[in-house]
């Protein structure tokens, strides 16, 4: 563990000297479909702009978010730290985007196979952001979820070689069949939170550590 503490630790080194700028930072919020990021992205909102916008509106079907929406000067303070940041939320990232999977919830075919061509091209935007827009990365997993999956570590791999920090969010604690370990042993280079977007569950912690980490 001593050699996954000291390259967590260089991370950590590393992402306070790129963020020694005044300037907001682009945060990109990240992950496969439904993990919650749009969820997370309007707590934030909500809990830290003067009108407390919606970033995005949330639902349980996949692909609710189909383009990457942006909240400017976002000033987040916890613990005697402060950073300025425009959240990116971004469509979910996954390897094939399936029409039929939309013809489980009540849409006719024409519309199915319509969300699911934006979902792709939404998946295209993403990378983009990804590898020309963020400075660093919020990674939302749904901690119910089994989290070894060839887009997580696809993504992942992505983020390490664009040398990019990331904090790892393991969202839906609030649900019975949450595993936080199992998130940790994924991926045990990078800093994990748990956390619940919907409930509110350790918000505290998630603050202290997006100022911590990007401030």
Do not use: C
């Not at 000067?73 to 999977?101: A, F, H, L, M």
């Not at 969300?115 to 295209?124: H, L, P, Q, Y």
């Not at 570590?153 to 649900?175: H, R, Y």
Request: hydrophobic residues 35%; aromatic residues 6%; charged residues 30%.
């Amino acid at each position: 563990m001593g050699l996954l503490t000291g390259l967590r630790d260089s991370i950590s080194r590393a992402a306070a000297s790129l963020f020694s700028e005044q300037d907001p930072k682009r945060i990109g919020i990240y992950g496969p479909p439904n993990a919650g990021k749009t969820t997370l992205a309007n707590r934030i909102a909500r809990d830290w702009t003067e009108h407390g916008d919606a970033v995005g509106p949330e639902s349980h079907i996949p692909h609710e978010t189909r383009r990457a929406r942006r909240k400017e000067n976002v000033e987040i303070e916890r613990n005697g730290k402060s950073v300025s940041i425009d959240i990116v939320d971004t469509p979910g990232v996954t390897t094939k985007v399936d029409y039929t999977e939309f013809l489980d919830h009540d849409m006719d075919k024409e519309d199915a196979v319509r969300r699911s061509r934006e979902a792709t091209e939404g998946v295209a935007e993403a990378m983009h952001w990804l590898r020309e827009d963020v400075d660093g990365v919020i990674y939302v997993l749904d901690s119910a979820e089994d989290p070894f999956t060839q887009v997580n570590t696809m993504l992942i791999g992505i983020i390490e070689s664009q040398d990019l920090p990331v904090l790892i969010f393991a969202n839906k604690i609030d649900l019975e069949e949450s595993s936080v370990k199992r998130i940790r042993n994924a991926f045990p280079q990078h800093e994990t939170v748990p956390l619940s977007a919907l409930e509110g569950d350790n918000m505290d912690e998630v603050y202290g550590k997006i100022a911590e980490y990007f401030g």
